[in-house]
């Protein structure tokens, strides 16, 4: 089939891109320069030429984000401009990756992708939205911020079940090429961990010496990741251990 990849050139979709080549379709990614093999150029925050590289697509995975500048201009309105541009005609699938929690966890750029949801669901098109926990490299990044020499502090009872992004990949691949099931889909790691022991693994392998503080942080946004918030609730899981990402 003719794919349509945004965000082709972000942590999954350079992942995404030979395994869906692999499986035999023709891929295409689009990002604002349209740089790269099979790269075409469309800009979701203007709108500007996504008509054009949207063109013929029989299957689209978006998979662009902007967590670090404005979701509501990218994930959003760039969503609404996505839905208005695409071939209907052609478009048998479009499979939307989100996050799991984006429903439960009272954050900004949460609330974004979840509204970014709601225009897929709102839009007639054929649709499967795609919630993945947090990728094993995100927890890298956040416990080597958070640490502070000797000290690694992070968040008392919360919860996740981180997942590995060559899972995610393989796992949309599979969703892709399936057919729509026009609501949401979750996708997990193997194992659900509380903060404090994704740090000490983390340490183990990464920061010998460290001494991981289980600190209580109140407010909203805590309890709901103490409640689960950042679980799945169901769904396929992935196999690759946080600790076997550690050490691979």
Known sequence: MDVLVTGGTGQLGRRLVPRLQDAGHAVRQMSRRGTGPGGVRGDLATGFDLRAALAGAEVVV???????????????????????????DRLRHLVYVSIVGVDRLPFGYYRAKFAAEQVL???????????????????????????????????????????DVDEVAAHLVDVATAAPTGGVVEFG???????????????????????????????????????GGAVPSGGARGRRTYAEHLHG
């Open 62 to 88: 978006h998979a662009a984000s902007d967590p670090r500048g404005d979701p509501w201009q990218v994930d959003v309105a760039g969503t609404r401009r996505l839905v208005e541009a695409v071939d209907r």
């Open 189 to 227: 790691g193997p194992q659900e961990l509380t903060a404090a022991e994704l740090a000490r693994t983390w340490a183990a392998a990464r920061a010998p010496g460290a001494h991981v503080v289980a600190t209580p942080v109140p407010g909203r946004l805590s309890a709901a990741w103490r409640d």
């Open 121 to 163: 669901l709102a839009s007639g098109l054929p649709v499967t939205l795609v919630r993945a926990t947090q990728f094993h490299h995100f927890v890298d990044e956040m416990l080597e911020t958070a640490r502070r020499g000797p000290v690694l502090p992070v968040p008392m009872g919360w919860r996740g079940a981180p997942v």
